[in-house]
């Protein structure tokens, strides 16, 4: 259903990726406010198709979702076409397929298919505590719980919530979805949020009930729009992704069809849920950088934190990584620069490694991408950590390092496979 928002696609290949620059002084300059001076984006993985093996060889068929496990010290992908889950370890430098087998449609096979079935997965989450990954299993419009049985040394899930496409609350197990795309875990134990992404509307799964915490709750399909406020009253254009706050308290809401950045209060106190709007221009897209209300983006997909008061943004259509500052409400370019070359519909990030927002202590590993890497060597991450993201258009995984700010527009970034600054 996301489709519609993804260009076509220039490289189908990925070729030209190894040495794209992004220079400042190009036509597409005037376009931006700031760039950093040290940003480096390496390849890490990927190339069109399904294979296995050394992080080198993998191939992945239009990825959507991303998120690390510090615990496992491994990044887990939603391989959307290929309608699997796959594995990064970050120790050998592995890629492995660990949840999703093919549903036979078949006429032995009656009501839903079986959890162990995906169908277009979109949004991960990881319990840590539990051990158990949440997929948004998005065309078959429910929420999978998968746990790790380590005798097996293999995923076994269970539905979460959702029955069947449509629009219902309720009890979990009778409760309608359309497409959802993001599930993330709550601070409180065994609560999650979801975006019904195609319903136009959060919901809350608690004690095996599903609730609307915020948008349409009036039918089938939602209604879609804009407007902040109560939780109920507000509405939403195909919300994407969710980014939980670091103290639990609200949501960053990525509301796709409105190209725009929300935020939901209060999520903890139904009485007090508010959603208010943080960047972008309501239904209009466009590429502008600035104060936060006035600055533009183009199909956002999903955000994550990239400090206390930093909110890192996937800008899909205009192929750029945006900074949103919570402090100085100015919206400022990372990374990109339009250049498909460079960026290729980037639809989801997430911090791998180093410290965390919220973290007492850093996590180190060694991740190492490029063709003289071995196969079973592992791969090296700085000890401060660096953001992974997906772009989509040419099926990779890239790792971004971001430097410090500037205005300066004598500077560049490059892009290379072995994760050299050029």
């Known amino acids: 259903?996301?489709?519609?928002?993804?260009?076509?696609?220039?490289?189908?290949?990925?070729?030209?990726?190894?040495?794209?620059?992004?220079?400042?002084?190009?036509?597409?300059?005037k376009d931006r406010v700031s760039v950093p001076?040290?940003?480096?984006?390496?390849?890490?993985?990927?190339?069109?198709?399904?294979?296995?093996?050394?992080?080198?060889?993998?191939?992945?068929?239009?990825p959507f979702g991303l998120v690390y496990s510090s615990s496992e010290n491994c990044v887990y992908i939603?391989?959307?076409?290929?309608?699997?889950?796959?594995?990064?370890?970050?120790?050998?430098?592995?890629?492995?397929?660990?949840?999703?087998?093919?549903?036979?449609?078949?006429?032995?096979?009656?009501?839903?298919?079986?959890?162990?079935?995906?169908?277009?997965?979109h949004g991960l989450c990881y319990d840590e505590t539990n051990k158990t990954l949440i997929i948004?299993?998005?065309d078959h419009h429910r929420l999978i719980m998968a746990t790790w049985n380590p005798s097996s040394q293999t995923f076994q899930g269970e539905i979460l919530a959702g029955s069947q496409e449509g629009c219902a609350e309720g009890k979990a197990a009778e409760s309608q979805f359309r497409y959802p795309y993001s599930v993330i875990k709550s601070k409180q134990e065994g609560v999650y949020f979801a975006a019904d992404t195609d319903n136009h509307r959060i919901v809350r799964i608690k004690e095996g009930e599903v609730q609307?915490?915020?948008?349409?709750?009036?039918?089938?399909?939602?209604?879609?729009?804009?407007?902040?406020?109560?939780?109920?009253?507000?509405?939403?254009?195909?919300?994407?992704?969710?980014?939980?706050?670091?103290?639990?308290?609200s949501i960053i809401v990525t509301d796709h069809g409105n190209h725009c950045i929300r935020r939901i209060n209060d999520v903890l106190r139904?009485?007090?849920?508010?959603?208010?709007?943080?960047?972008?221009?309501?239904?209009?897209?466009?590429?502008?950088?600035?104060?936060?209300?006035?600055?533009?983006?183009?199909s956002p997909y999903s955000t994550c934190w990239k400090g206390n008061d930093e909110v890192l943004i996937a800008d899909l259509a205009n192929h750029r990584i945006r900074c949103l500052d919570l402090k100085s409400n100015?919206?400022?370019?990372?990374?990109?620069?339009?250049n498909t070359n460079v960026l290729n519909c980037p639809v989801s990030i997430e911090r791998v490694g180093g410290r965390s927002v919220d973290s007492e202590s850093a996590v180190s590993m060694c991740v190492r991408s490029g063709s003289d890497s071995s196969a079973s060597a592992?791969?090296?991450?700085?000890?401060?950590?660096?953001?992974?993201?997906?772009?989509?258009?040419?099926?990779?995984?890239?790792?971004?390092?971001?430097?410090?700010?500037?205005?300066?527009?004598?500077?560049?970034?490059?892009?290379?496979?072995?994760?050299?600054?050029?």
Request: net charge negative; proline share 4%; aromatic share 6%.
């Open 330 to 338: 100015k919206v400022t370019t990372v990374a990109g620069n339009g």
């Open 378 to 422: 592992p791969v090296a991450v700085k000890e401060s950590g660096e953001f992974w993201l997906i772009s989509r258009g040419d099926d990779r995984i890239l790792a971004v390092e971001f430097g410090s700010n500037t205005s300066n527009a004598d500077d560049k970034c490059t892009f290379s496979d072995t994760g050299r600054l050029i």
């Open 270 to 298: 139904e009485e007090k849920i508010w959603v208010e709007t943080l960047a972008g221009v309501p239904k209009e897209s466009g590429f502008q950088d600035g104060v936060s209300t006035q600055s533009m983006f183009s």
């Open 212 to 249: 609307t915490i915020a948008g349409s709750r009036t039918n089938y399909q939602g209604h879609c729009g804009h407007k902040d406020g109560p939780g109920f009253q507000a509405l939403f254009n195909r919300p994407t992704h969710l980014t939980l706050a670091q103290d639990g308290s």
């Open 1 to 29: 259903a996301i489709e519609e928002a993804l260009p076509p696609k220039v490289n189908n290949e990925g070729e030209g990726l190894n040495e794209a620059r992004m220079d400042t002084k190009s036509s597409e300059a």
């Open 37 to 62: 001076t040290t940003t480096m984006i390496r390849s890490v993985a990927g190339g069109r198709g399904w294979e296995d093996g050394s992080i080198q060889k993998a191939k992945f068929n239009a």
């Open 78 to 121: 939603a391989d959307d076409k290929n309608s699997k889950v796959r594995r990064i370890c970050l120790r050998t430098s592995q890629v492995s397929t660990v949840y999703g087998q093919q549903d036979e449609k078949s006429t032995t096979r009656t009501g839903p298919p079986p959890a162990s079935c995906l169908l277009r997965p």
């Open 136 to 138: 948004a299993d998005s």
